[in-house]
């Protein structure tokens, strides 16, 4: 399944084949099909009932995908307003009423979010860094047994964190993580 330029395809589930949106903006990069192909294996193909959050949403690939596999709640945190306006269009096309859009700021949104997830997606610009950062304010909004999905542009080591999974598709490295066990 292929992306078409300024598109993506949602692979599976209850919104399969729909083709989304992606706006024209600096660094955006949506997760490639194969990626997430690969990464909702690892997740299982029906999330039903699992609560998602998409951190730098970006084309919200992985939160609609998340979504069209029966995920109860996934909440979207874009602070671009032009790629959010897209991100609610979207929604409003798929009808997909799971899926909550936050236009801000990802480590404001992580600062005063009250709400536990099962699984979340950390693909920030390469550019920014932000990865290291994110992770350690995640632990206090992750439900047990919750995972991490985690993208970087090189390699990379993450101190407090198990990994589950991962992989490399090109210059992408990808990691499903979940925090140590307190000893």
């Not at 970006?58 to 995908?65: P, R």
Request: some cysteine.
């Amino acid at each position: 399944m292929t992306q078409q330029r300024n598109k993506v395809r949602i692979i599976a589930g209850k919104y399969r084949r729909r083709l989304l949106d992606v706006p024209e903006a600096e660094g955006l990069r949506p997760t490639p099909d194969r990626v997430r192909e690969t990464l909702f294996n690892w997740l299982g193909q029906e999330l039903h009932g699992k609560s998602c959050l998409d951190l730098f949403a970006g084309s919200g690939a992985l939160g609609f995908e998340a979504a069209s596999r029966e995920a109860r709640r996934v909440v979207l945190v874009e602070k671009s307003r032009g790629v959010a306006e897209v991100l609610r269009k979207n929604r409003q096309l798929l009808g997909a009423s799971e899926i909550d859009i936050q236009s801000q700021d990802a480590l404001l949104y992580l600062k005063h979010c009250r709400h536990c997830f099962d699984i979340v997606f950390v693909d920030p610009p390469y550019q920014l860094a932000l990865q290291q950062q994110v992770l350690a304010m995640l632990p206090p909004l992750l439900a047990p047994g919750a995972v991490v999905y985690v993208e970087t542009p090189a390699p990379a080591e993450f101190a407090g964190w198990q990994v589950l999974r991962a992989m490399r598709a090109g210059k992408v490295h990808s990691w499903l993580l979940q925090p140590e066990p307190a000893v």
